[in-house]
Nanobody, 126 residues
């Protein structure tokens, strides 16, 4: 059974940084992409970025490019979303998700991902 568990959310001031973690179990991560999404109150769940677990290639939404970095630790079976220069508009519940990798194609839709974590709240406010 695939299980994804996020952690690391919290309250941070504008301009600050935060690192989210996503611990995975029940899957062979080398065959998967791990995606990150976020959902603000009253809005749809949006793609943030993804990592191809096998070769650590990454892909980002334009809204976070240059500020957010996705990485992974194979030994810990944990993915990370490092967020810097945070803005109030980054406030949302952040989710990690997993889907089988396919032909080095990037997927950025909620419907493309099979497994989801429970989410962790990130609030950017002074």
């Amino acid at each position: 059974q695939v299980q994804l568990v996020e952690s690391g959310g919290g309250l941070v001031q504008p301009g600050g940084s935060l690192r989210l973690s996503c611990a995975a179990s029940g899957l062979t991560l080398d065959n998967y992409d791990m995606g990150w999404f976020r959902q603000a109150p009253g809005k749809e769940r949006d793609f943030v970025g993804a990592i191809d677990w096998k070769d650590a290639r990454t892909y980002y939404a334009d809204s976070v490019k240059g500020r957010f970095t996705i990485s992974r630790d194979n030994a810990k079976m944990t993915g990370y979303l490092q967020m810097t220069s945070l803005k109030p508009e980054d406030t949302a519940v952040y989710y990690c998700a997993a889907r089988p990798s396919y032909n080095r194609v990037w997927y950025d839709s909620v419907d493309d991902y099979d497994s989801w974590g429970q989410g962790t709240q990130v609030t950017v406010s002074s």
